[in-house]
Each structure stands twice: as C-alpha cells, then as structure tokens.
C-alpha cells in the first residue's frame, strides 16, 4: 500500500513546454548574525528497518525506488529519452562549492556492503557508467576520475582501483582499454611513486599460465627514429647490485630463444 498515490497524470507538450508532476521550491535565507552552521533539504527521507529474527527471507527497503518505466510509442520522427535521475548543476561561482551528487557512505566496513552498486548485466555494446569530462580543451589540472585512499598506513589486499573479470572472455579490448588517438606529444599512462627509500614494487603483472602468449606486448610502428620503444632512465651515485634491468629464471628452461633474444 501507499499513503500518497499520485497517478493518470498526462501532458500534451507543445514545443519548448516542461512539465512537472510535483514542483517542490525553497531557499535558505539565513541572516543571523556570527557564524551559523545549517543544512537545509529539499526532501528528507528517515527509514527504519525493524524486521523481527523469526521472519524468513530478505527484506528490501529502498529509500527511494524508481521503477523501469512503460515505453508505448516514440513514432512520427520523434526521440525519446528517459533519464531515471537528471541534477543539473549549476555554474562554478566565487564562495560555492557545488557536488551534483554526493554519497556518504563513512560507516560501511565488510564485504558486500557498496557505496553505490551498478548492474548492467545485459550491456553488449553500451556503457554502465560514462563519464564525459572536459569538453575539447577545458580539463588541465582537474581528472575525470578521482579515487583517493587511505591516507594512513593500511595494507591494500586487493588493489584501490579493482577490475575483475571471472568470465573466459576473449577479445583485443582488455579489462583496461585507454586510447588517445589523436594525441602527438601526451603521455599515455603516467605512474608516480617518488617517496625516498621506496622498497616496494612500481609495477606487479603476474601471468603464470602464458605458453605462446605475450605478457608484455610493444608495437611502435613503422615511424620511430630518435625515440624508444622501451627506455630506463636512472641517476645517482648508489650501487645498483642486480643490474638496472634484470631478468631471472629459477627453471631447467630449454629450447634456442634465451633468456633475451
């Protein structure tokens, strides 16, 4: 059941027209003098789960739910679009900071439990999650995409960033595709770790079951001159013990190829 049930509302545009089932407008107009911390909601949702330890099966409680909608027609020339949630942000202006959507999610802990979940089980060639940042030239020191971590010493078991694929995919794509096509003198991947006395490792890549693979695969093309296809670069006066480049193999290996061919 519903306490609030608002349905058969219908609207025949003309061109330019917006309608809005449910209009909510307010503002927050504090003027009280000193310093005054407030927050303000357009819409404030409370749940409250009180399920009993004798009830069986999973109780679902969705503090908002907007269900898959009815598409009956879009015909006569016409495209239609569906948004299930559009916020529009506003412009950047001096003494504002703006968030178009922002999930506080400080308290999850254990597995299982996600700031925010998407499922797009049956993608074949769209996109679960798109991000179109920058325009043509606007994005200079800002990202796309920020992940920050733990600023403390934690240990990071399964990586800040985690792709995984359990599937027996195939294809050239990859779980990481980056592209920059029309680039000429950008940097493709940059990865920095200048800490002093590091004894980590910079890059880790495992591939214990390659046979006629290749777990590293660099293909400059037909116009490379002055450059390199792969370049080492050091300074400093330490002593470098195992060589700058190593290359080790603890097996009773055979065959003509060698270790480096």
């Known amino acids: 059941g519903g306490a609030y049930n608002i349905s058969g ?6 061109n330019g027209e917006t309608g809005n ?15 005054v911390t407030s927050t303000t909601n357009g819409l404030n949702i409370a749940s409250t789960i009180a399920a009993t330890t ?24 016409a495209t239609c679009t569906w948004n299930g949630l559009q916020i529009t942000a506003p412009a950047t202006t001096a003494n504002f900071t703006t968030t178009g959507l922002k999930i506080v999610a400080d308290s999850l802990t254990t597995n299982g439990d996600s700031a925010m979940s998407i499922s797009a089980a049956a993608l074949t060639t769209g ?5 179109t940042a920058g325009g043509s030239t606007a994005l200079t020191s800002g990202a796309g995409l920020l992940v920050t971590g733990p600023t403390g010493a934690a240990a990071i078991g399964s990586g800040l960033t985690q792709i995984t694929a ?3 995919y195939t294809g050239t794509g990859g779980l990481l595709n980056v592209l920059a096509t029309t680039s000429t003198a950008g940097t493709l991947a940059n990865l920095t770790n200048n800490t002093a006395s590091f ?9 214990t079951g390659t046979t006629t693979g290749d777990d590293l695969l660099i293909s400059p093309g ?17 002593a470098i013990a195992n060589g700058l480049v190593q290359i080790t193999h603890s097996g009773n290996y055979t065959g003509t190829g060698g270790l480096l061919n």
């Open 54 to 77: 004798s009830t069986s099966g999973v109780k679902t409680v969705n503090a908002i739910n907007i269900p898959s909608p009815t598409y009956s027609s879009c015909s006569g020339g």
């Open 21 to 35: 089932l449910m209009a909510i407008s307010f503002s927050d107009a504090t003027i009280t003098a000193g310093a």
């Open 199 to 207: 004894t980590g490792t910079g890059i880790n890549a495992s591939f």
């Open 222 to 238: 037909a116009g490379v001159t002055s450059g390199s296809a792969i370049k080492v670069t050091a300074s400093g006066t330490s």
């Open 127 to 131: 996109q679960a999650l798109k991000i």
């Open 9 to 14: 509302a219908s609207y025949n545009h003309a």
């Open 166 to 168: 359990t599937g027996p």
